[in-house]
């Protein structure tokens, strides 16, 4: 069943997840503006065309079943950490 593949699953949720936060986004900018105030259409339109060019910048990505595992794992590497080299020292913090 198509419904049960993980990058269907993934690609439901992230969807959800997005529309809700649009939705949230609308109702506090009404809210702090006031309805029809032009500021709060302004603060919407940026919004929108920020969507827009996040959409079109990263839409032609393929779905996978762990998008979100394999950038994790690629950029949290220990070997890479800048403070790995460090914290044999005795200081973990970075100077």
């Not at 609308?26 to 065309?49: D, Q, R």
């Not at 996978?64 to 220990?78: K, Q």
């Not at 950490?81 to 970075?94: D, E, H, L, Y």
Request: proline residues 7%.
């Amino acid at each position: 069943m198509v419904l049960k593949r993980p990058s269907v699953v993934v690609a439901t949720l992230t969807g959800l997840l997005l529309i809700e936060a649009c939705a949230a986004v609308e109702a506090s900018v009404t809210s702090v503006f006031g309805e029809g105030s032009p500021n709060a259409g302004i603060v919407l339109a940026v919004f929108a065309v920020g969507s827009l060019f996040g959409g079109l910048a990263f839409g032609h990505r393929p779905i996978s079943p762990t998008p979100c595992g394999r950038a994790w794992r690629s950029s949290s590497s220990v070997s890479r950490s800048p403070w790995a080299a460090r914290t044999s020292g005795g200081s973990a913090s970075p100077s």
